[in-house]
């Protein structure tokens, strides 16, 4: 049943959060806000995340599995990169499972506070929906600036 969770209904995804939680050695979740993301990239904030959950863990880790084909080395513990890695290790999938669950949680409270872009329904993918909000409601605190979110233009940043 654990499986690459864009692979995974939203139930089964829930029915497991609470199993891997309880199995799991430790597990931690990073988040970093949109702000910093247009600051630092998406890449290098998936980066971060990854080192803030880390710091998180109330075990050192000996190594690190990391789903994709790029890290950034956190202090001095070994990684390896496997490209599809939660389609093939059952630890990439259940921390897969965890973020998702977590980041369906937040996307669910800004649907709360920001209804006009349904958030509940897109789970912060750009839908056609989603960019039709933007263009009649302007973006929100939340949104990533550097993301295009229209495309006949592309918001400005003022830092």
């Known amino acids: 049943m654990l499986d690459d969770s864009k692979k995974m209904s939203e139930k089964n995804r829930l029915i497991l959060e609470p199993i ?24 290098n904030a ?20 990391i789903d994709g084909n790029r890290f950034k080395k956190y202090k001095d513990i070994n990684h390896h990169c496997i490209i599809k890695g939660d389609g093939k290790f059952k630890s990439i999938a259940a921390a897969s499972v965890l973020a998702k669950v977590e980041r369906d949680r937040i996307m669910d409270r800004l649907d709360e506070e920001y209804p006009h872009y349904l958030w509940k329904k897109n789970k912060g993918y750009p839908t056609k929906d989603h960019r039709s909000a933007i263009e009649k409601h302007g973006t929100t605190p939340v949104h990533r600036l550097t993301f295009t979110l229209l495309a006949d233009s592309q918001m400005k940043l003022d830092f």
Not at 46 to 65: K, V
């Open 20 to 43: 891997i939680k309880e199995q799991a050695l430790a597990y931690a979740i990073g988040i970093v806000d949109p702000l910093t993301i247009d600051k630092i990239n998406i890449l």
């Open 46 to 65: 998936s980066f971060l995340a990854m080192h803030r959950a880390i710091d998180q863990l109330n075990a050192t880790p000996e190594l690190l599995l």
